[in-house]
């Protein structure tokens, strides 16, 4: 069956540096991988996808991923974080093909603090 | 900006009460899905629709209904409130991969 894994429920980093989080999924085939971010009392916004090619992908707000096929990994990654980036981090991967449409299953999220 | 809205934000209820949220999308996306979402767990899925007329149960048991009469509204309906309802419910529409989320509806039952 089709998962999603985000092993680090929160994390905090310091203004200014580098961030990491971790997804890791179960697909049978090559999935579709997507990241989101919740800010506080919003809904989720989509930060990047993945569906096939470079395995490196960029997105929004100075975010980037790479597709680890190998590590069956799809870790999010920014150089240098903004106080603004505090928020939850959803991974997700698809599609799961029910009834032939495009669905997709969401990890329990990371939740990232930025200390000052 | 998002184009799909949910009503109301945020919703303080007693028990017992029937209510209503309210989904609408103006992107013209023909599946819908609605969300509850609790802190520190993933979202589940409780409804979805492929298109007018057609509604599924999602992944999540609920005992909330939902409708499907226009490509454009999907509410989702609790007959009668309680407390284990007390959650965040995320509506979302998709025309193919990947999803827009409304701000969703934080739901309280006292």
């Known amino acids: 069956a089709q998962s999603v894994t985000q092993p680090d429920i929160h994390i905090t980093v310091s203004e200014g540096a580098s961030l990491e989080l971790r997804c890791n999924y179960s697909y049978g085939a090559t999935p579709y991988l997507f990241w989101y971010v919740q800010s506080p009392g919003q809904g989720l916004q989509l930060l990047l996808k993945?569906?096939?090619?470079?395995?490196l992908v960029q997105g929004i707000k100075g975010f980037e991923a790479e597709f680890k096929r190998s590590q069956s990994s799809f870790n999010l990654r920014k150089p240098s974080v903004h106080w603004s980036d505090a928020a939850e981090y959803f991974c997700?991967?698809?599609?799961?093909?029910?009834?032939?449409?495009?669905?997709?299953?969401f990890g329990a999220g990371t939740r990232l603090t930025v200390k000052p | 900006e998002a184009d799909i809205y949910q009503t109301p934000r945020y919703l303080v209820i007693g028990t017992g009460k029937k209510i209503t949220l309210e989904c609408s999308q103006t992107m013209g996306h023909d599946k819908m899905y609605w969300y509850q979402q609790d802190p520190g767990m993933e979202l589940h899925l409780i409804h979805y629709?492929?298109?007018?007329?057609?509604?599924e149960k999602g992944d999540l048991s609920s005992e909330s209904t939902v409708s499907r009469i226009r490509t454009e509204h999907f509410p989702l309906t609790l007959e009668s409130a309680r407390p284990s309802h007390t959650s965040q419910y995320l509506c979302?529409?998709?025309?193919?991969?990947?999803?827009?989320f409304g701000s969703g509806t934080r739901l309280t039952v006292v």
């Open positions: 993945y569906f096939s090619g470079d395995t």
């Open positions: 997700a991967v698809g599609p799961l093909y029910r009834y032939n449409n495009n669905d997709m299953r």
């Open positions: 979302a529409s998709s025309a193919s991969y990947g999803y827009t």
């Open positions: 629709s492929y298109g007018v007329n057609s509604t």
